[in-house]
């Protein structure tokens, strides 16, 4: 019918969505250099920075919006009877999913560490070497 064929594009088009993003946050740095605007990057001029600050975190997070929709239309599919086996679907699903979370729990811990363990606001307690304090400290 109508309402399982619209069911079934949408379920494509959120599937395909999200894995076309997956790739373009593997590739934005070759698509950049052909002059190619993908779905993870704004615009042409993003740089290695602007990327990791701002565009990874957002495409990531986009992965899962198009995960939840495809999954969403996955068990609509299922309710009206178009699709009786859906578990390696689901399993696709899950998979892209999976590499999305664990891609924004690593960036995530990695701006942490970046904000808590800044270099330049910690102060080198070590003794400068030829001074008094340096000297002294010296074992005989």
């Known amino acids: 019918t109508n309402r399982m064929l619209n069911i079934a594009l949408r379920f494509f088009r959120h599937l395909l969505t999200a894995k076309q993003i997956h790739d373009d946050c593997h590739d934005w740095q070759e698509d950049m250099k052909n002059g190619f605007v993908n779905l993870a990057i704004r615009?042409?001029?993003?740089t290695e920075a602007q990327f990791w600050d701002s565009c990874f975190e957002d495409a990531?997070?986009?992965i899962l919006f198009h995960v939840r929709k495809a999954?969403?239309?996955l068990a609509e599919l299922k309710a009206v009877g178009a699709l009786k086996m859906t578990a390696h679907l689901e399993k696709h699903l899950g998979s892209i999913e999976h590499g999305a979370q664990l891609a924004l729990a690593e960036k995530r811990r990695a701006d942490?560490?970046?904000r808590h363990a800044t270099f330049a606001g910690n102060k080198d307690t070590r003794p400068k070497p030829g001074t008094r304090?340096?000297?002294?400290?010296?074992?005989?």
């Open 43 to 46: 615009n042409r001029g993003t």
């Open 60 to 62: 990531a997070e986009k």
């Open 112 to 114: 942490d560490f970046r």
């Open 71 to 73: 999954r969403k239309s």
């Open 133 to 140: 304090e340096c000297l002294a400290k010296r074992p005989r």
